[in-house]
């Protein structure tokens, strides 16, 4: 059982920076890996980028990549999601979610195959 909660979003103008952070409890040593999705009204949810146990490179959707930066600390049970150069098209609800190791092979990107997720913490970026 793993529990999740986001914080750190905001509102900033376009090319400013947020870091987004996930905070686990529970059993956050059994994931097998942490992700950030994000989903804007009208929009599909997205996994913007991923971090998997094991697994020194993360993955990045190409939309972000260069800009925004996961890191785990395992020390103080933290995801961590550095966004940088924001854009008005980055504005929307980011969530973090978790697949279990128990639950196998998944995609780590796909919304459909993690197991916690948190409640959300909105980010808006302005022209």
């Known amino acids: 059982q793993v529990q999740l909660v986001e914080s750190g979003g905001g509102s900033v103008q376009a090319g400013g920076s947020l870091r987004l952070s996930c905070a686990a409890s529970g059993s956050p040593g059994s994931t097998r890996c942490m992700t950030w999705f994000r989903q804007a009204p009208g929009k599909e949810r997205e996994g913007v980028a991923t971090?998997?146990?094991?697994?020194?490179?993360?993955i990045y959707i190409t939309s972000v990549e260069g800009r925004f930066t996961i890191a785990r600390d395992n020390t103080k049970n933290t995801v961590d999601l550095q966004m940088n150069d924001l854009k008005p098209e980055d504005t929307a609800m980011y969530y973090c979610?978790?697949?279990?190791?128990?639950?196998?092979?998944?995609?780590?990107?796909?919304?459909?195959?993690?197991?916690?997720w948190g409640q959300g913490t909105q980010v808006t970026v302005s022209s």
């Open positions: 971090i998997i146990t094991g697994v020194r490179s993360p």
């Open positions: 979610a978790a697949r279990a190791a128990k639950s196998g092979v998944g995609n780590c990107l796909a919304g459909t195959n993690m197991n916690y």
